[in-house]
């Protein structure tokens, strides 16, 4: 509980400056660039604790002498793979229908920009 505690004031101190300037999205497409900065600066970061979860379960596999532990390192690196696999092939699966679709998924390039269509009433 109070290694939970401490985590939560760390994020606290760390995000106060973010939420102190941030600016509220006025119109959804504000919101989606939001979602798009947020999701940008996760995915490399599960990548690197997917890689980071692959090399713990090949240390621990060298280090022990223990066919239980052996065991249970080959499942960590079984897991490692498997997340590195599937987050990489995703997001090169997105990269690629995006450029196949000439579409601006990058934030730059030429991609189809079509102009905000406006309702009257």
């Known amino acids: 509980m109070l290694i939970m505690k401490k985590i939560i004031y760390t994020l606290i ?28 600066t996760i995915i490399p970061i599960l990548i690197g604790l997917a890689v980071l979860m692959f090399i713990w379960g ?18 960590i690196i079984g897991y490692g793979v498997v997340a590195i696999f599937v987050m990489v092939s995703l997001w090169g699966l997105v990269n690629f229908i995006g450029n196949s679709l000439n579409l601006n998924i990058n934030g730059f390039g030429s991609g189809n920009t079509l ?3 406006f309702i009257e009433i």
Do not use: C, G
């Open 58 to 75: 090949v240390f621990r596999y060298y280090a022990s002498d223990n066919a239980n532990t052996k065991k249970e390192a080959v499942k």
């Open 115 to 117: 102009p905000p269509k």
């Open 13 to 40: 101190v760390f995000l106060t400056p973010v939420i102190s300037f941030a600016q509220t999205p006025n119109d959804l497409n504000d919101l989606m660039l939001l979602a798009v900065v947020i999701l940008d």
